[in-house]
């Protein structure tokens, strides 16, 4: 059973940091491609960034480029988003997603993600 669970949101001031983590078991982690996704209220969800499945690619939304970095951890099955220079359109609940493919690549649409994580709250204080 593939399970991801998100963690590090909170609530916190424009110009702060977070760092979110997302657990994964059940699920051969090394060979799958990681992303976040993230959906605000009354608003579809939205691509955050992505990384393949040596680390080595990563991607990332034009609205959070030069604020977040995506990064993964093979060894410890984790993925994390450094969250710097928070502003407040950043808020939303933030989800991990990771999906199999032949070429190893990543997506940008949800849909092409088989696994979910809960989500985790983040939000961003004026």
């Known amino acids: 059973q593939v399970q991801l669970v998100e963690s590090g949101g909170g609530l916190v001031q424009a110009g702060d940091s977070l760092r979110l983590s997302c657990a994964v078991s059940g699920a051969t982690f090394s060979s799958g491609a990681l992303a976040w996704f993230r959906q605000a209220p009354g608003s579809e969800r939205e691509f955050v960034g992505a990384?393949?499945?040596?680390?080595?690619?990563?991607y990332l939304a034009d609205s959070v480029k030069g604020r977040f970095t995506i990064s993964r951890d093979n060894a410890k099955n984790t993925l994390a988003l450094q969250m710097n220079s928070l502003k407040p359109e950043d808020t939303a609940v933030y989800y991990c997603a990771i999906r199999w493919a032949l070429s190893g690549s990543v997506s940008y649409t949800p849909g092409s993600y088989r696994y979910w994580g809960q989500g985790t709250q983040v939000t961003v204080s004026s």
């Open positions: 990384i393949g499945r040596s680390g080595g690619s990563a």
